[in-house]
């Protein structure tokens, strides 16, 4: 690829995607592990922060430094020292951006040049930059992925979720603009059903097109899942009961809106729900309880029965009251699934797993040169 080794100091590869929510994060957390796990000091960073936690500014600083929040629970998450952990160039958010198209200030600048002053300054090892959320995402900073890759001459990683034989188009797409720094690409969220026919047909062919395929993971409803207290905030919900336990983790949306003999053998068939039903359904809210359920959502007018409140308190299942009404709340739910951060450990620890029995990383740890054994 006509790169320094990556070994050397200030060696970086780049993961990205196609378009937002394709599970960089999953990707870079499993990727990380194996690298830790073979001896090879790891680092990470966001070039374009997303979500700001300010860390405080150091003596003489200027202004706090911007650590994303991926930045910080993914070094969290792999123990990494703060040193590891690279502040961001740049904030997206639309103030920032407006600023930006207004006085026609397309380059990366200063801030991308202490960037990578300080990526150029690290250590032996190898530092992993979590690009953008698209190919275009970043453009108005001087920071997309493409952007990005020819600055630093950083190899990339693409992870793309997988549909069908179209979902190519993207990946040709991303070949083109990158050339030879595109180190590899790992389909994600494939059907289950469907990874052995990807791995022994899909994969040869997007080789033959000089596109390497690093792994084929399958859809998993544990990395789509999203936290109660995530679906009361987008639902800007009552919580009624339980509020502790809006960690839980909810997996498949139900609707309450059938007969209660239909309603409890649905249930049965499905596991961790969020149970969308009206506020005057009490046979429905109760048989809910009964199942694989992690919070019960009330629409519509009325108040919950005390002894509904009181069921849910003793098997502890969360209770939101919503003013929308069903149709409404079921599509705020149905648009959060897949579409929220890798923020909890029990995803991160899962992560770990998948990546390592679906991507196959020799290949791309030969490529750059990295002094770890094969």
């Keep these: 690829m006509g790169q320094a080794s990556p070994s050397a100091p200030g060696a970086a590869l780049l993961v990205g995607s196609c378009e937002p929510f394709s599970g960089k994060s999953a990707v870079v957390l499993g990727l990380a592990r194996q690298l830790l796990q073979r001896g090879l000091p790891v680092r990470f960073g966001k070039p374009l922060a997303t979500s700001l936690d300010a860390a405080a500014p150091a003596a003489g600083d200027a202004a706090p430094e911007l650590i994303d929040d991926d930045v910080h629970f993914v070094g969290q998450i792999l123990g990494l020292a703060d040193d590891q952990l690279l502040p961001s160039a740049h904030l997206l958010e639309p103030a920032a951006a407006q600023a930006r198209l207004l006085a026609g200030d397309l380059e990366a600048g200063a801030g991308f040049e202490a960037f990578r002053a300080r990526l150029a300054a690290a250590g032996e090892g190898l530092t992993l930059l979590e690009a953008a959320g698209s190919l275009s995402e970043g453009l108005l900073y001087g920071l997309s992925l493409p952007q990005l890759a020819r600055a630093l001459q950083a190899p990339v990683v693409l992870v793309h979720p997988w549909s069908d034989a179209s979902s190519a188009d993207a990946l040709l797409q991303a070949h083109g603009l990158l050339g030879s720094l595109l180190a590899g690409v790992v389909l994600n969220a494939v059907t289950p059903e469907a990874v052995p026919q990807l ?122 009251k919503v003013e929308h009404d069903t149709l409404t709340t079921v599509e705020v739910i149905e648009r959060t699934f897949g579409h929220v951060r890798l923020h909890e450990s029990v995803k991160a620890s899962y992560a770990f797993r998948l990546v390592e029995e679906h991507c196959d990383f020799e290949r791309l740890y030969r490529q750059l040169r990295l002094p770890v054994a094969a």
Excluded: H, K, Y
């Design 199 to 320: 791995r022994a047909e899909v994969a040869p062919a997007l080789e033959r097109l000089g596109i390497p395929v690093l792994g084929v993971m399958p859809r998993s409803p544990l990395l789509r899942s999203v936290t109660v207290e995530e679906l009361a905030r987008r639902l800007d919900a009552r919580v009624l009961c339980c509020r502790e336990r809006l960690d839980l983790l909810v997996e498949t949306l139900s609707i309450g809106a059938m007969n209660v003999n239909s309603a409890m053998e649905f249930f049965r068939r499905r596991r961790n729900m969020a149970v969308v039903t009206g506020a005057d359904r009490t046979d429905i809210q109760l048989a809910a309880l009964e199942a694989s359920t992690q919070c019960l959502i009330l629409t519509g007018a009325g108040e919950p029965l005390p002894q509904l409140i009181s069921r849910a308190e003793e098997l502890e299942v969360p209770l939101l």
